[in-house]
């Protein structure tokens, strides 16, 4: 079983990439000396490094060649073999005489069902350097090709951003719901809907103003994950969302946000993704000049 997007239903956590190395925030550097500044910028560069090569490994999201919603017509998907198609059993593929898939480790031929996929799921089926993602997303399925030789993923050139600041490091407050609440978003999909559970938001302070976000559970323990745009969005940085990883609260609430790491979700990079956008109360009204900005691939191209 693979989970490579983003939306889904309650109470799985928002997947984010990876998990990343420790932020400046859990070490000894001295932010106000060269060396201090100096460690954090070789810190950061390394996580970023990484994070660019996670995106653009061989079967990531770069590779992605089409987004397919299956319905119970069969129907021929490209860079896929077979006739494809879904129903109440899940997902079935019919393969071509003579063409064979690898799923799970086993070959398949002819007919195979994929059976029930839970939402946020799927399923790799491998042929040959491809491999097809069957998964579902928002109550439907779909079907992903990812293509090693794809061009977004050959081009690929690394994701633009702001020169890391130990500035932007801000310490604030986990302050926990009663009870979580399910929170309805939209998706970079139109007409998309996914549902999270948020247990709580995060208060901290910033530019002078106090300001807080709406968290969804992260996939460290204890951890979280923010989804949010701000006064840059649409300008410098991408204009639906951007996501921040914060770390378990300490025993008294307290946590690190460190917008030197806030990234683009995959959607950033390609209409083949499902990403959520951020809840409503989750604009912030300032500019925070941190982090990742609009990938090369969505930069307008020069006349």
Known sequence: ???????????VPVPVPETEAATWADSDFDADSDSGVKAFTAEWEEWHRDKDARLASEHGFLAITGLHWLTDEPQRVPDAPGLWSTGPEGVTVALDEGTELVVDGAVVRGRHDFGVIPERGGVDAVWGDTVIEVAKRGGHHIVRPRRPGHPLRVAFAG???YAPDPRWVVTGRY??????RPTTVGASVEGLRHVYDAPGRITFRLDGRELSLTAFNGYTPGGFTVLFTDATSGVTTYAANRNLRIDA??????VVLDFNRATNLPCAYTDFAT???PPAENRL??????????PHERRPVAP
């Open 159 to 161: 994701t633009p951003a």
């Open 275 to 277: 990403c959520p956008l």
């Open 1 to 11: 079983m693979t989970t490579h997007d983003v939306p889904g239903s309650v109470p």
């Open 285 to 294: 009204p300032v500019a925070v000049e941190a982090g990742e900005k609009i």
């Open 175 to 180: 302050v926990p719901f009663a009870e979580p």
């Open 249 to 254: 609260p300490g025993p008294d609430g307290e």
